[in-house]
């Protein structure tokens, strides 16, 4: 089963880098959050491929898929779904909303109202969703990937921390370089999307899914983990830190990233690598800071812990 998580990785980084072009590191860490049934929040300009990065990586997995472009009108039924008469039949039936997907695509998340807005809270944290009073489960595995522009604030509701919480990793995916523009411009012709193609069934990936859950973590490891949550509670910098389920969030982050590189175990590497990404809307400061300025703040923060290098 090791083989077959480090073959998916491969396998979903050849897919979807033949439409994103030197996205690497933002494949594997999606992918990371779906085997540890986290949600991801990708926070960038316009025009950067947030939503063809979606779009690419549900292909890729061959996982049914919803759009949702929110805007201020839209309501909490219109995720959910609604109750409607049918006279033929003569009774109530529920149509199902667009959360019913695997994974659903969050387009502009901060343009919609608090009100719809919470009703992402319930689906994203208990996989369900409560419509008239019934409580209907949502298909598992279930992803929520939003995008949202951090610089645009007409007619845009921030998000609430309880919602920002919700999100396993949040991510800004900047901009290519000279080389990775010019493949960009030399790609951008007809459909680029039909280069994605599907890499395995939905039984291998819940079979994947199984084998994360096995993932252990060594005593001096975990310590380390929560040593390097409890730091970003001391620094003067950071007004509020990371609150416990912070913690549990990276642990079960860094159980898919060590089944993704082959292992079977975590190494205090992965906690290092993904605390940045964990971290970075989970801590307060007191000026407003950019994605990328948090997760610089957050990797100054945990290097001043020690690795438990020699213990291993």
Sequence with gaps: MKEKCKDLLQQALDSVSAVMVGRDEEIRLILTACLAG??????????????????????????????????PDLLPSDLTGIQFYNQKDGDFIFREGPLFANVVLADEVNRATPRTQSALLEAMEEQQVTS???????????????????????????????????????????????????????????NILKEARCVMTGEELMEILDSVRS?????????????????????????????????????????????????????????????????????????????????LLVRDVISTVPVPVESL
Excluded: C, W
């Excluded at 939503?51 to 759009?67: Q, S």
């Excluded at 604030?153 to 920002?164: I, K, N, R, S, V």
């Excluded at 993932?215 to 409890?230: A, D, G, P, S």
């Design 38 to 71: 986290g949600h991801v929040l990708l926070e960038d300009l316009p025009g950067q491929g947030k939503t063809m990065m979606v779009k690419a990586f549900a292909k890729t997995l061959g996982l049914p898929f919803k759009r949702i472009q929110f805007t």
């Design 215 to 295: 993932v252990t973590i060594r005593e001096e490891v975990l310590r380390y983990l929560v040593e390097v949550t409890q730091s970003t509670r001391k620094d003067p910098r950071i007004r509020t830190g990371v609150s416990p389920r912070g913690a549990v969030v990276l642990h079960r982050l860094a159980k898919a990233y060590a089944a993704l590189s082959g292992r079977s175990y975590i190494i205090p590497e992965d906690i290092r690598t993904l605390a940045p990404h964990a971290f970075n809307h989970r801590i307060f400061v007191r000026d407003n800071e950019t994605v990328d300025g948090l997760s």
């Design 132 to 190: 008239d009073g019934i409580t209907r489960p949502l298909p598992l595995p279930f992803m929520v990937l939003a995008t949202q522009n951090p610089i645009e604030t007409y007619g845009t509701f921030p998000l609430p921390e309880a919602q920002m919480d919700r999100f396993a990793l949040r991510l800004s995916m900047g901009y290519p370089s000279v080389d990775e523009e010019m493949q960009i411009l030399l790609r951008n012709e007809g």
